[in-house]
Nanobody, 126 residues
Framework: VQLQASGGGLVQAGGSLRLSCAVSGMTLSTYRMGWFRQTPGKEREFVSVISWRAGTTFYADSVKGRFTISRDNAKNTVYLQMSTLKSEDTAVYYC????????????????????WGQGTLVTVSS
């Protein structure tokens, strides 16, 4: 199983980026897919999660209304569209896959995710 995150980069505050997570070695449609982020010295922070068929999404309050998660099971890819970026969004972003059926409110826990990508760095300049 391999998750490959891409799309990070340097962007000015107020700008947009779209992250992608290409998945191989597993049937994407049977997993919930999440995005987390991490800055040096801090714990990994939940950003968003999407259900198997994209019918349900859940966001951290800090990104709600600015970020949009989506998935294309046919392409084995998950996306995170980030808009109105702020300097505090600067972090390494990780995609992750979870087979759980836990309530979506529980999906903020990194321990529920079995597979992780390598991370892509997003830097927002103010």
């Amino acid at each position: 199983v391999q998750l490959q995150a891409s799309g990070g980069g340097l962007v000015q505050a107020g700008g947009s980026l779209r992250l992608s997570c290409a998945v191989s070695g597993m049937t994407l449609s049977t997993y919930r897919m999440g995005w987390f982020r991490q800055t040096p010295g801090k714990e990994r922070e939940f950003v968003s999660v999407i259900s198997w068929r994209a019918g349900t999404t859940f966001y951290a309050d800090s990104v709600k209304g600015r970020f949009t998660i989506s998935r294309d099971n046919a392409k084995n890819t998950v996306y995170l569209q980030m808009s109105t970026l702020k300097s505090e969004d600067t972090a390494v972003y990780y995609c992750a896959a979870s087979p759980t059926t836990a309530p979506f409110g529980a999906m903020v826990r990194p321990t529920l995710y079995d597979y992780w990508g390598q991370g892509t760095l997003v830097t927002v300049s103010s």
